[in-house]
């Protein structure tokens, strides 16, 4: 007698409610998808840029149409506000449009220019489709993360197998399912649910790329799966990102942008805002913009928070931990503190006086909290956002001199004069360095991580330099001696 596996159900974090029913995919399953996905590559690969725009595209118009429609599933598995849901969407929509537009002109077929050392043949660069890519995403924003590998893998002509978390099925499902309706020949879009084990099987199954978003802890396992079989990985982790704000910097802008990028999501944004270090000068004028703001926003289930649920109840935990950590190291909350946890929600917290080795502003808190700091100098700011082992995301608000300052900011993204504005520059790469992770999702770099470089070189006259061939004389290596010496013996001048 089998056992079947119970299904996985999906549910309201705020209510409780159900929202839907998948079943859990076994390794066996996860297997036979991957199978299912290698024939369907090779149907979307032959298919070629032009028709895979046009189904693309065909995708963008239809999640477009029906962006308030998966809003509202987003709201309902995550329980963010649906004005946030739409903001993700719109997001997303702008990957897909991306991605399909400009796919052929970064990975067609080009001529590259030869060298001169072997003058006689051609030189062709491509990229292929890896195959199949296998995409694990996170529940915090469970259309943009997934869709930022996604949208380019397909374009690059691979077939996708994505496993959402557990938290967020229906989100996942979604997304195949009106990929499907503009793409029903082939499985190239599958989801397939369940938890790690899921997850950690689909790492094993034999795709040829393995795009993971998610926490550090976890992309280290996957990392450590994917090196069994040398399987490549992208790796998009966590954060603890730092806001710079100097003297000559526009406050009011600057604090709206602070409230913003600490608190949207209820602070379950990998680039959120969770440190902000403040030219002394003009440091209490900033924080009480920021109390004075972050104190109006509210919180709740309903449509119309500012803020919705914690999605993942154990994050609660994390966040009381660093809360009661930071209180117990001497920080003192001027909005909200240890009594703003109160489940599913957090209230906004801001703190002062939280000294660097505290949990808050060493690991990531994943809540609504932001830690402020006065600083000296930009070069104290900068020391002090940089010591940290992440380095995803920042922001940086300054008059002169604001872009040299996000130049020395350890962060793979960064945005001047506003706030996760590199969320919705699709045309540019994103990923973060350090305990981040590493490989870029979107833009050109994006489109090239599921394309693999191909070289061809043809040959097109003799050699003039036959220095691949036994037959050489010795004629012909004194004379590939002195074209070298003529070629790239003088140091420049
Ligand atoms: P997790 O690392 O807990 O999970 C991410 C995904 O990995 C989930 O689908 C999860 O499944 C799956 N998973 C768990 N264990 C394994 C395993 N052993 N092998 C393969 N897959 C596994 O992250 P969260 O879902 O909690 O997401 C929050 C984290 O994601 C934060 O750290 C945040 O900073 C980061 N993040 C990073 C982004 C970036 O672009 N850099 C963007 C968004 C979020 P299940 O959940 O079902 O257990």
């Known amino acids: 007698m089998t056992i079947a596996t119970p299904p996985l159900v999906s549910t309201n974090p705020a209510s409780g409610e159900e ?89 067609r077929p080009r001529r590259v220019r030869r060298v001169l050392a072997v003058a006689e043949a051609a030189a062709h660069l491509e990229y292929r489709p890896y195959g199949v890519v296998g995409v694990i995403g996170p529940w915090n924003y469970p259309v943009l993360t997934p869709i930022g590998s996604i949208a380019y893998a397909l374009a690059a002509g691979n077939a996708v197998v994505h496993k959402p978390s557990e938290l967020t099925p229906a989100v996942g499902q979604w997304l195949a399912d009106t990929f499907a309706e503009l793409v029903p020949e082939h499985p190239v879009l599958q989801v397939v649910h369940g938890d790690g084990e899921t997850g950690a099987a689909l790492c094993l199954a034999g795709v040829d790329k393995l795009s993971f978003t998610g926490s550090t802890a976890t992309a280290k396992r996957v990392m450590a799966a994917c090196a069994q079989t040398l399987t490549p990985v992208v790796l998009e982790a966590g954060g603890k990102d730092a806001m710079i704000v100097a003297a000559d910097a526009d406050l009011d802008a600057a604090a709206q942008a602070c409230v913003w990028g600490a608190l949207t999501n209820a602070g379950q944004t990998c680039v959120g805002i969770e440190r902000a270090y403040v030219a002394a000068g003009v440091y209490d004028a900033f924080l009480e913009r920021v109390v004075e703001r972050a104190g109006r926003l509210t919180v709740g289930a309903g449509d119309g928070a500012d803020l919705g649920p914690i999605t ?182």
């Not at 809003?71 to 598995?77: G, I, K, M, N, V």
């Not at 808190?365 to 995803?392: C, I, K, Q």
Request: aromatic share 8%.
């Open 19 to 107: 929202v839907g029913r998948f079943p859990v995919a076994d390794r066996a399953a996860v297997d036979a998808a991957v199978a299912r996905a290698r024939e369907a590559g090779h149907w979307w690969a032959g298919l070629g840029f032009a028709e895979r725009r046009r189904r693309l595209l065909g995708w963008r118009a239809l999640v477009t149409g029906r962006m308030t429609d998966v809003a509202e599933l987003l709201h309902a598995e995550t329980g963010k506000p649906v004005a946030e849901a739409v903001v993700e969407t719109a997001a997303a929509i702008s990957d897909i449009d991306w991605a399909a537009r400009h796919a052929r002109r970064v990975l």
């Open 312 to 493: 993942l109840p154990g994050q609660i935990d994390v966040i009381r931990r660093h809360l009661d950590d930071a209180l117990a190291r001497g920080a003192r909350p001027v909005l909200g503190g240890p009594d703003t946890v109160r489940p599913p929600f957090v209230y906004p917290t801001i703190l002062v006086d939280v000294p660097p080795d505290a949990l808050a502003m060493r690991e990531e808190t994943f809540g609504p909290t932001l830690a402020v700091t006065p600083v000296d100098s930009m070069d104290e700011a900068l020391r002090l956002a940089n010591d940290s082992p992440y380095g995803l995301g920042g922001a940086v608000y300054a008059g002169r001199g604001a872009v040299a300052l996000a130049r020395r900011l350890r962060a793979g993204m960064v945005s001047v004069n506003d706030v996760l504005s590199f969320a919705g520059m699709t045309s540019l790469p994103w990923g973060g360095v350090g305990d981040s992770g590493f490989g870029r999702l979107r833009g050109a770099d994006g489109l090239r991580e599921f394309g693999q470089a191909k070289s061809i070189v043809v040959r097109q006259f003799p050699s003039l330099l036959p220095s691949r061939t036994f037959d050489r004389t010795e004629r012909d290596v004194a004379r590939i001696v002195k074209t070298y010496r003529l070629l790239f013996g003088r140091p420049p001048r």
